[in-house]
């Protein structure tokens, strides 16, 4: 009986994938400390590229000082916006969870008014559950305290990468596409799905938290509200919540104040909450957001609570595209290896 041979050559192109792919993992596993740098040096190279090439190639501007003009531009529009907001929040939010007293009061107070109240004497109010509350919430205080070091090595890889990326863009570009084992279609593909998601979440979840921020800012100051900036604030921020957003803040506000014999106010901020501050994210994204790119609503859901357990705050970007990655893929193999191989391929990756 005749064996047929396996071609020497298919055994050497698997063990060098298996090394390539062995070395990847030793340098993923032991550079992940800098990881979320690496992933904001992608996200704003991605970002600034139309503008970058057009600076550098269309307008003859030096490539290293356009650099350092984004990169400035970058810690005057994002980086210090975002510490300053940090800083403010810090001490408030310590302050706030240190008077254990208040705290105390205000859930009592909520307590005795969900007793008897439909579906809201179903949740669980009791000592035990305010306890475990406190503790998930304080648990997280130390950790970013200790982490503002972490943050400031990764701002400074970011940019340190970015540098590079942008001087060096052309000569990176092209290793990366021709790095790519697949067609030019398949190629086009990938990159306007990174592109897509990179940009529809990177800036349109900041200026979705921004906008339902400020007009919840504003409702709280018309309602009353004690630190009506600080729950503005958290307001904004909660955007990023699955699912719940915004409700996460101004409904237990609403109870609160309900609770502590404001009725009116407390109807008024929950309405304010409900057809204001909720109509904001469904106008944004039926118009603003739309523009930047139509990202399915499960892919953003799933992808953020993907992205946030894996990345931090930089999954808000990049756990969406992971989820989309799949879709892509298989677009990928119909293009490579099913019956749409054949079709005529568009322009390739420029």
Not at 34 to 56: D, E, H, N, Q, V
Not at 60 to 69: A, D, G, I
Not at 330 to 344: C, D
Request: net charge neutral; aromatic share 12%; with cysteine.
């Amino acid at each position: 009986m005749q064996y047929k041979q396996i071609n020497n050559n298919s055994i050497n192109q698997i063990m060098l994938i298996i090394i390539i792919i062995l070395i990847c993992i030793l340098i993923f596993t032991n550079l992940f400390y800098y990881f979320p740098g690496f992933l904001g040096a992608i996200t704003l190279y991605i970002l600034y590229r139309k503008w970058y090439i057009k600076l550098t190639v269309d307008k003859k501007w030096n490539k290293s000082l356009t650099s350092l003009l984004f990169i400035l531009i970058s810690l005057v529009f994002i980086v210090f916006p975002i510490w300053g907001m940090v800083d403010y929040l810090a001490p408030q939010i310590s302050a706030l969870l240190g008077n254990t007293d208040k705290i105390v009061e205000q859930f009592n107070l909520l307590k005795d008014y969900m007793a008897d109240k439909p579906l809201l004497k179903d949740i669980d109010m009791s000592d035990e559950a305010l306890i475990n509350s406190l503790q998930r919430l304080t648990k997280y205080l130390p950790s970013i305290l200790n982490s503002v070091a972490e943050v400031a090595v990764n701002i400074l890889v970011t940019f340190f990468v970015l540098f590079f990326m942008q001087v060096h863009n052309k000569k990176m570009e092209d290793y990366v596409i021709k790095a790519i084992p697949f067609s030019p279609r398949s190629k086009q593909e990938i990159w306007d799905e990174v592109h897509l998601m990179v940009r529809s979440n990177a800036i349109g979840i900041p200026i979705l938290g921004l906008c339902q921020g400020i007009v919840a800012m504003l409702g709280y100051y018309i309602f009353g509200v004690d630190n009506f900036i600080l729950m503005g604030i958290m307001t904004g921020v909660s955007s990023i919540v699955p699912v719940l957003g915004t409700m996460t803040i101004y409904v237990p506000l609403a109870l609160i104040t309900m609770a502590s014999g404001d009725t009116a106010n407390g109807i008024g901020i929950f309405l304010y909450g409900l057809i204001l501050i909720g109509s904001i994210d469904n106008i944004l994204r039926f118009t603003i957001l739309k523009t930047l790119g139509d990202v399915p609503p499960l892919i953003t859901v799933f992808g953020v609570l993907l992205g946030l357990k894996l990345f931090g705050m930089l999954g808000l970007i990049f756990g969406p595209l992971i989820i989309s990655s799949v879709g892509v893929l298989i677009k990928v193999y119909t293009n490579e290896y099913g019956k749409s191989k054949n079709l005529i391929l568009p322009e390739d990756v420029k």
